[in-house]
């Protein structure tokens, strides 16, 4: 089992940044990508960013494409989110998580796709 502790959310005005960090633990040798998800009450989680350990490819959702950019530090088993240009509408809770399948491309932004999360960290954005 894999252990993930995100951290780095906080209140922002709109056109702020923030970089969020994923730290791994436990069974890390086992993960194959790890996503960032966010969710709002009401609404479904949604995917945002994916990057896959052993190419570090990279998918991201429509919405946050040219704004937040994932990458991973392996020394650190951590993986970051950096999200730039921040809008009222990036607003959530903000997930990370780590799964072993073996598909690529778009899978990464699915909740499928994922067994092991993380408590989330929260992001507002104020206009």
């Known amino acids: 089992q894999v252990q993930l502790v995100e951290s780095g959310g906080d209140s922002v005005q709109a056109g702020g940044s923030l970089r969020l960090s994923c730290a791994a633990s436990?069974?890390?040798?086992?993960?194959?990508?790890i996503g960032w998800f966010r969710q709002v009450p009401g609404k479904e989680r949604e995917g945002v960013a994916g990057?896959?350990?052993?190419?570090?490819?990279?998918v991201y959702a429509d919405s946050v494409k040219g704004r937040f950019t994932i990458s991973r530090d392996n020394a650190k088993s951590t993986v970051y989110l950096q999200m730039n240009s921040l809008k009222p509408e990036d607003t959530a809770m903000y997930y990370c998580?780590?799964?072993?399948?073996?598909?690529?491309?778009?899978?990464?932004?699915?909740?499928?796709?994922?067994?092991?999360w993380g408590q989330g960290t929260q992001v507002t954005v104020s206009s």
């Open positions: 998580a780590a799964g072993a399948s073996p598909y690529g491309g778009t899978w990464a932004l699915r909740k499928s796709g994922y067994r092991d």
């Open positions: 436990g069974y890390t040798n086992s993960i194959r990508y």
């Open positions: 990057i896959y350990i052993g190419d570090r490819t990279t």
